[in-house]
């Protein structure tokens, strides 16, 4: 078939995400249990969102970065649950093109930028334990807003770049994808055109846009872990050694199940392994990087409680 049959084909309109399968009790408990962790992420996230615009105790980078990052995360879970919740409400398992595309596009781009926070914030971080003398000069606001920034233009930029590609490929069917979200990936092996150029596209896109923050978020906890090792006593190196513990494990489960499900060869056997860890980047870190990063810290819990205070939730639940 040359390119004109092709066109003349009828083109796929819209596509169907298979998600978890058709067993209809599971699908009830699948969604209460997604509706749950939806409503805990978004809680959470805005709550710090609106913690870091509102309290000026809390006006510094770490927190500025933290801030950027719930928010990102919202409309990041949004992007991928809303529509899930929704299909397993009604079940209807289409999703147009063009929602299809759109999805595509918030994910990746706020992966993206996701990658770039991460590293801002681990670059952050080192600069504060490494560089302690240098950090105030350093870390300055200006630099910060461009770190903040840079890294949401890197993540769209790379996303418009790719979608350029991919909406030029030509779908006749079949418009199956077996995932809950429209996975790039996946949605290219549909393609009756020719791939090639986009699957080079991506890898160097990747390659450009998400190896430097990879590299430079490794390094700097790399670096940091050489120094928190040389703190003289014990109580400052275990106080420093749990908060960047903590960081590390978020950095380590996002970059870790994404390097799992992308990278790994294709094969069938990994196709419902790769399903369920791609539940970690997409569902489980926007659910616990608040905990993790912000709520437990001291300054968010008094900036917490003082806004508890102000706003008389308190009073009202004791009258409860
Ligand atoms: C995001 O970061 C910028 C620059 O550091 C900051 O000015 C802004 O308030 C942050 N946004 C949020 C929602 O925290």
Redesign the pocket.
């Known amino acids: 078939m040359d390119t004109k049959d092709l066109l003349n084909q009828t083109a796929v309109t819209e596509f169907i995400l298979l998600g978890f399968g058709d067993i209809p009790v599971l699908q009830n408990i699948i969604f209460l249990m997604f509706l749950v962790i939806y409503m805990a992420t978004v809680a959470r996230n805005m709550l710090i969102?609106a913690l870091?615009?509102a309290d000026k105790h809390l006006h510094t980078?770490m927190y500025?970065?933290l801030?950027?990052l719930s928010?990102l995360e919202t409309c990041y879970t949004s992007t991928l649950l809303s529509r899930m919740l929704v299909s397993l409400l009604t079940g209807t398992k289409t999703i147009s093109f063009s929602g299809c595309l759109s999805q595509l596009y918030f994910f990746c781009a706020l992966a993206g930028t996701e990658c770039c926070l991460l590293a801002a914030m681990s670059y952050d971080r080192y600069l504060a334990i490494c560089k302690p003398l240098h950090y105030s000069a350093l870390m300055n606001t200006r630099f910060?807003?461009r770190l903040?920034a840079g890294s949401w233009l890197n993540g769209n930029l790379a996303t418009t770049i790719f979608l350029l590609f991919i909406s030029q490929l030509i779908f006749c069917g079949p418009n199956e994808i077996d995932h809950f979200y429209c996975d790039p990936i996946l949605l290219m092996e549909l393609s009756c055109s020719d791939t090639q150029l986009s699957k080079l596209v991506n890898h160097i896109l990747v390659s450009i846009f998400t190896l430097p923050p990879f590299l430079l978020t490794t390094t700097s906890y790399v670096c940091i872990s050489a120094t928190i090792l040389r703190i003289p006593s014990t109580t400052g190196r275990q106080k420093a050694f749990y908060t960047c513990s903590s960081h590390l494990t978020v950095v380590t489960i996002f970059y870790g199940t994404i390097i799992i499900v992308y990278m790994l060869p294709k094969h069938d056997t990994l196709r419902d392994l790769k399903k369920v860890l791609s539940l970690c980047f997409t569902v489980l870190t926007p659910l616990v990087n608040p905990l993790i990063y912000s709520l437990r810290n001291r300054e968010v819990k008094e900036a917490l409680s003082k806004a508890v205070s102000k706003y008389g939730f308190h009073k009202n639940m004791q009258r409860l």
Do not use: M, P
Request: charged share 0%; aromatic share 16%.
């Open positions: 969102t870091v615009v980078s500025y970065f801030g950027n928010c910060c807003l903040a």
